[in-house]
């Protein structure tokens, strides 16, 4: 049977609010949670991931959970622990704790930025690429998707691993022609991921059918997603703003674009 009532975490960010509007014309009944208040939801539960009885509370009796909240960007490592790390392995626990069958957890493309992005006639990166994070941030994905599978294997709590490229309702540059996934699209991907069966621990790249796709979608069609956009009808007015990109340029030229060439940031 399909999950209804599932657990959305991060309710209050960007794509949290992007996945409110659209989800519930699936079907599903969604309890949210957030840090900081939901707009317009009073009934939302704002916790801390840090807090675990706040977190288990929050997690029984869903169906499912779409894990979003963390920090979504670079940030000096002891924020990204105690967020990204050790609050989703709060969830994990308990999830565990509490039955859940299955969690969709948002990985991310900068948990394998540093893969070359494909040039010329390269194969597309496949789903089973070597982890290669281009950040911290990306490091604690990577931890989330290892997270996902010693819970599959371990306890038989189930999980798809969603490495979302760029989950905007436009595409804003050059290099996200190829990693966009439209929201609509995420909505698809999401509600594939939380109906399928059998999925153990599945890892999947998110976006939408990008004419400049640079990654393999198979394991998301797998799923029975089947997504319907293509960020094209965009190119030419971003590239003639942006230009073409530039092989030498090391952001340019790895899937984690400018997360590959930034400065490390470090607790000063
Ligand atoms: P966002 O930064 O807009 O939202 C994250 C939400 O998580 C915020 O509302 C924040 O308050 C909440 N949060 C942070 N720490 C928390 C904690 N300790 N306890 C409870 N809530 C906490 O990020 P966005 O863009 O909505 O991304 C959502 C998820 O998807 C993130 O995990 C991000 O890493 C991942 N992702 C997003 C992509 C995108 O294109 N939007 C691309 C790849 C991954
Ligand atoms: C991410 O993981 C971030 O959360 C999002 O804000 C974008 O930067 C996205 O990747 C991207 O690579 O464009």
């Keep these: 049977p399909a999950p209804r009532t599932v657990l959305l975490t991060g309710a209050a960010g960007g794509l949290g609010t992007l996945m409110r509007d659209l989800l519930p014309a699936y079907g599903y009944r969604l309890r949210l949670l957030d840090l900081r208040p939901v707009d317009g939801e009073p009934d ?5 991931l840090a807090d675990r009885d706040a977190v288990r509370e929050a997690v029984r009796g869903v169906d499912a ?17 105690k967020a990204n790390i050790e609050g989703t392995y709060h ?15 948002a990985s991310s493309n900068h948990a394998v930025g540093f893969t070359p992005r494909p040039q010329g006639d390269d194969p597309l990166i496949p789903v089973d690429t070597p982890h290669r994070p281009d950040t911290f941030y990306g490091l604690s994905k990577c931890f989330g998707e290892d997270l996902a ?10 999980s798809v691993s969603v490495r979302i490229g760029s989950c905007f309702a436009e595409p804003t540059s050059v290099r996200m022609l190829s990693v966009w996934m439209s929201p609509a699209d995420g909505a698809r991907l999401f509600h594939a991921a939380l109906t399928a069966e059998n999925v153990g621990h599945t890892v999947v790249h998110g976006s939408s059918a990008n004419t400049r796709l640079w990654w393999d979608l198979s ?6 997603y089947a997504p319907q956009d293509d960020s094209e009808p965009y ?3 971003l590239i003639a703003e942006q230009g073409e990109l530039d092989p030498e340029n090391i952001a340019h030229a790895h899937l984690g674009g400018h997360f590959v060439s930034d400065p490390p940031i470090w607790p000063y």
């Design 44 to 48: 939302s539960i704002i916790a801390d």
């Design 65 to 81: 959970i779409i894990h979003l909240a963390g920090i979504s960007l670079e940030a000096p490592f002891e924020k990204i622990l």
């Design 91 to 105: 969830l994990y626990e308990a999830a565990r704790e509490e039955g859940v069958q299955r969690i969709v957890f």
């Design 149 to 158: 599978q010693l819970y599959w294997d371990k306890h038989g709590l189930e």
């Design 219 to 224: 394991t998301a069609r797998a799923l029975g």
């Design 235 to 237: 190119a030419e007015k």
